[in-house]
């Protein structure tokens, strides 16, 4: 048996927030709106004529699976990255209701397989496949396996726009970890293996930092971003690696180095690893392959 215990799972936002905004206010804006969703297109009135115009964006558009979807199943994004023009970016996503319940119930079952078993708030156990380890490598890997369709068609979406605007990694990078902070963060509760499946993410609009990291991996791998997993049993905490130049905290694997990348706050600076989690040794890679397709 495989005992885990993630009580460490606290939530950052808002520590994270004050110590951005301590430490690196002059340098980068610090958006800490947690109402995901697109501000409302307020007509125009006499008594509007006073009001700053609406900051320009661009619209990534509405990305609905299957197609036939109802736009009311959409949650809508908006989010800044600096150094794109315009720095607001706007994306819905929305997930067919067959299409979600399907996901919950193949991440139930494959908990049923490890004979996964609830111990409490953040703790449980499971038999882990052969070849596992006590890590959470293989629960990754069938998440990436069966979730790998609606992630596929949201990660096309912004592989089409990273191309048509001749972005570079490290726009690319903060383009994708941009939308992924912007989910609300939110710790799993009674979901298998305390992790939200990837594809629900965005459609429901919640995730803690593991469950924001598979997604994240899946979209920048889809968008030819060298990314990795991050992973701290001791911590209990769960980041992105990117492999590019850059500054910052790097965590070794092979002959790489991985900058850190947090998920858990909007605009945190890549390569800058929270005060607490700032133990590189306690840090490691996950290996896990490719999603299918």
Known sequence: ????????????????????MAGVAAFWRLDVRRNAGRLAEAGWTEDSREEAPREASLDLGTVLVPEDTPLERARAYDWRVEGLTPPRQELAFGLGEAEERGLEQAHRDYSVSLRYRAMGPERFTYVAPPGCGADMRCIYAELMRSNAEPVRVLGDRFATSIRERNLDAAQATELILGFVRR??????????????????????????????????????????????????DALAHAAIGVGFPGTGTRIAFGRRGYRYAELTAEGWPLGMIPPQYDKPLLWRVLPLPDAPG
Request: with cysteine; hydrophobic share 50%; proline share 7%.
């Open 183 to 232: 989910v609300h963060y939110e710790l799993p509760g009674d979901e298998p293996f305390g992790i939200v499946p990837p594809g629900l993410v965005p459609a429901q609009d919640r995730g803690d930092c593991d469950s924001k990291a598979v997604l994240a991996l899946m979209l920048l791998r889809q968008a030819g971003v060298d990314a990795v997993i991050l992973y701290s």
């Open 1 to 20: 048996m495989v005992a885990r215990a993630w009580n460490g799972k606290t939530k950052l936002l808002l520590a994270l927030a004050l110590l951005g």
